[in-house]
């Protein structure tokens, strides 16, 4: 399998509540910078980038 794969990444769930007022940014992902420039690259928006690690 290749390591690199943005299909391959630890999943880490922090169960909780989100305050109301929380902002959900890519920081709140498990993508490391290297995905998320990959994803960029491949028309992502950051919204999107949340979107799929969320699904």
């Given amino acids: 399998m290749n390591e690199n794969s943005m299909t391959?990444?630890?999943v880490?769930?922090?169960l909780?509540?989100?305050d109301q007022e929380s902002q959900i940014t890519t920081k709140?992902?498990?993508w490391t910078e290297e995905e998320?420039?990959?994803m960029?690259?491949?028309g992502y928006?950051?919204?999107d980038i949340i979107r799929a690690?969320?699904?």
Avoid: V
Wanted: proline content about 0%.
């Fill in 8 to 10: 391959d990444h630890d």
């Fill in 12 to 14: 880490r769930i922090s």
């Fill in 16 to 18: 909780g509540k989100i």
């Fill in 28 to 30: 709140d992902t498990g």
């Fill in 36 to 38: 998320k420039d990959r």
């Fill in 40 to 42: 960029r690259q491949a």
């Fill in 45 to 47: 928006d950051d919204m």
């Fill in 53 to 55: 690690w969320y699904s």
